[in-house]
């Protein structure tokens, strides 16, 4: 799945319908030329029959508004009239799909007063007051979208907020691959999503997302740059018809955002284009920092797609060609590290979570219920405090994202690359919280001072034979861990104080290639800890994923079949003072003054399911179906040790915890046959259903090789 994962021939009618199309006018929804280099994305396609293309009556262009203050009524597009796509419009003549991401609910003012909502169910809460308005940032339909952005002005309200919540609201019907999308102010990203795959019937979708840590932006005027790629042509039918609204009210209880966000992007903002990279390419900027600085975290997005996408599923180097070039076995090894240096010296790493989206592996697994994350792809963050010193000094300094891989030298020898495939997008920003009461102070301190040894890495591989000496099986494992720490001694007009930036990581993925490479394996863990002082700031997560993912093309017909067995999971425990909302501020409102005090919060959530996919008669039929499971709990978490075990490099000791949201969905074939919610303790929006059946049918394209469907699924 991406924004630019399509095969070629839908690359030719795009460029029928747009022959000025280049990578220089595409931004980062170009096709890259390298993209013709891989073989196992240039020819895959997940079809659906329908024909039919639905568009629900837009959500209007009236701005609502409760409260004390006026909304700036925006127009739905800077664009010029060359540049507006039509709306696609058909009655709908059945339900839409609601196609869900299971996340914690949000705090959100409504008509009858604050509620906490994950788009679908709402809790009335408390604890918000004064102005509340509703903005209408975008309404517009992607279609032939690729290298046009929608773009819009931003004007913020009139009267005080201290919260923003994002409604993102989406339609679809027909034939399409779901998508990566982004949203921009300027050059700096806001938000980074992805579509769900749509039936011929129709889906929607809604996703509430809070953007406080965006304050500082919403306090000025901005331009809006969302860039959805997309394709409509006798294949592809299906538009994504999107509205998207900014609510700014006033909270009791809040996080206190930074004072002035540096995007660290491509910078195309000026030009109405989207500002992320693909990587591998320079990813860089040189800036300038104010001088006052207090506290700086830096964050990255990073989202592998193409060759990428299925980085945990790749292979070391030198068994790519294990099972002939056909097999289509990608490089550099299934571990992946972002890296964030500052002038060319490394000053933090962060481990990415597994995506799939949800075309990912076989479809049938993410209908109704999406992927993890998907619908908000999540940001780390890299606390640069102990940088300060030399990052104050009023000289431009050079910010540089990397992505980096594992090359060996088929003797179970690896070290990390300079490069990896095709392709990661990528964006950054900087963080920065000042000293507004003395604007004419000049941080100064200590340089910093870094340990960051390369990482430790073991790899093992081995292959099994027929009798006639023919490579039958494929199993290598590789573990790494990872210790990193930059300290140093920041002085500020409040004083000396100490600054610490501590990292240990821990890697593991076990693989087996079976059947002359039709059948894969992948277990893999990637968990660790991060430390910030000040702040103070504590992470720890675990990403577990089992995949079990096996091809079978008959000898005789053209027949396909897929079958995968998934589990994976998320848990992240956060301490003291993120750059993100955790969610926990938002559950702050709802209890009230009699809530129970808590320094930190608990995200847990797993996913297990399995599903089929066959296609007959030369993919002129096929179908997908299958059972997906998800849990989730969101809790408080007490501690009274966040700054001195992070002074230490230490993560706390968790002292105990309360239950907040729990939720449990069980969908089997498209349908929600279990859905149950708690708040609290308490039942929370009831059970919903849904009985909008998932099997899809129409040609798949299967690609050059086994590898292009085996543990990739059908492209979207």
Not at 455 to 461: E, F, H, R, Y
Not at 646 to 674: C, D
Request: hydrophobic share 35%; net charge negative.
């Amino acid at each position: 799945m991406d924004a630019t994962r399509i095969d070629t021939d839908e690359r030719r009618n795009m460029e029928k319908m747009n022959p000025l199309l280049d990578e220089e006018s595409c931004g980062t929804n170009v096709y890259d030329t390298r993209m013709a280099q891989v073989q196992h994305t240039t020819k895959r396609a997940w079809a659906v029959t329908a024909l039919v293309v639905i568009f629900l009556v837009a959500l209007g262009n009236m701005i609502s508004e409760t409260g004390l203050c006026n909304a700036s009524v925006l127009p739905t597009s800077a664009q010029s009239p060359g540049h507006t796509l039509a709306k696609y419009a058909v009655a709908a003549a059945a339900p839409l799909l609601r196609v869900f991401q299971v996340y914690p609910p949000v705090l959100t003012p409504s008509a009858g007063g604050a509620v906490l909502t994950d788009g679908s169910a709402s809790q009335a809460s408390g604890g918000t007051s004064g102005c509340v308005v509703t903005q209408m940032l975008m309404e517009y339909s992607f279609g032939n979208s690729y290298g046009q952005p929608f773009v819009g002005p931003y004007v913020p309200p009139s009267c005080s907020f201290n919260r923003v919540t994002f409604n993102f609201t989406v339609t679809s019907a027909g034939r399409q691959f779901d998508r990566l999308a982004v949203a921009y102010f300027g050059d700096t990203e806001l938000w980074r999503t992805s579509t769900a795959e749509p039936t011929k019937d129709g889906i929607i979708w809604t996703y509430v997302k809070d953007m406080t840590s965006y304050l500082s932006l919403f306090k000025e005027k901005q331009t809006l740059i969302f860039d959805l790629g997309n394709i409509i042509n006798d294949i592809y039918t299906g538009p994504f018809n999107t509205t998207l609204q900014a609510t700014f009210f006033t909270a009791d209880d809040t996080v206190q955002p930074a004072d002035k966000i540096v995007p660290i992007s491509a910078r195309l903002g000026s030009k109405k284009m989207p500002s992320a990279w693909q990587y591998p390419t320079n990813a860089s900027n040189r800036v300038t920092l104010p001088r006052n600085i207090q506290r700086a975290v830096f964050s990255v997005s990073a989202t592998g797609q193409s060759a990428e996408e299925f980085w945990y599923s790749n292979v070391l180097s030198s068994d790519v060609n294990t099972f002939g070039p056909d097999a289509g076995l990608l490089p550099y090894s299934p571990f992946r590290e972002t890296q964030i240096y500052i002038d060319d010296k490394l000053a933090g790493v962060a481990w990415p979570f597994p995506i799939i989206f949800t075309g990912g592996i076989v479809p049938g697994l993410w209908r109704p219920i999406v992927g993890i994350d998907a619908y908000d792809l999540r940001e780390d963050e890299i606390d640069i405090t102990p940088w300060l010193p030399l990052l104050c000094d009023g000289a431009p300094h050079r910010f540089e994202i990397r992505v980096a891989g594992i090359s060996d030298d088929g003797n179970h020898h690896g070290q990390l690359t300079d490069t990896v495939g095709t392709y990661w997008v990528l964006t950054g920003k900087i963080f920065l919280w000042l000293d507004n009461a003395h604007p004419n102070a000049i941080t100064t301190g200590t340089p910093p001072r870094l340990s960051v040894p390369a990482p430790s890495i073991s790899l093992a591989s081995v292959t099994g034979k027929t009798i006639k000496g023919v490579n039958q099986t494929l199993t290598y494992d590789v573990n790494v861990t990872r210790n990193l720490a930059i300290t140093s001694t920041i002085r500020t007009a409040a004083g000396s104080r100490p600054a610490a930036w501590i990292q240990h990581l821990t890697y593991s993925n076990h693989g087996v290639f079976s059947a002359f490479g039709t059948t894969q394996y992948t277990k893999q863990t990637s968990s660790g800890f991060d430390t910030a002082i000040p702040g103070p700031y504590a992470r720890h997560f675990t990403y577990p994923i089992t995949v079990n993912t096996s091809y079978i093309q008959s000898a005789t017909t053209s027949d396909i079949t897929i079958d995968a067995v998934l589990s994976r999971g998320q848990d992240i425990q956060v301490l003291g003072v993120p750059v993100f909302p955790t969610g926990l501020q938002s559950f702050a409102a709802a209890q009230g003054k009699t809530s129970p005090s808590f320094q930190g919060s608990e995200l847990r959530t797993s996913q297990n399911g399995s599903a089929h996919y066959q296609s007959t008669n030369n993919n002129a039929a096929s179908s997908s179906y299958g059972s997906t499971e998800q849990n989730m709990i969101f809790a408080g978490i007490r501690t009274d040790n966040v700054e001195s075990a992070a002074a230490n490099g230490q993560f706390p000791s968790i002292q105990g915890s309360g239950e907040l949201y729990r939720r449990h969905v069980l969908a089997v074939n498209g349908s929600v046959v279990s859905d149950n919610e708690s708040f609290l303790g308490r039942p929370f929006g009831g059970m919903r259903s849904s009985s909008v059946t998932s099997e899809v049918s129409g040609e798949f394209a299967g690609g050059d090789g086994v590898r292009d469907l085996i543990g990739h699924g059908p492209p979207s």
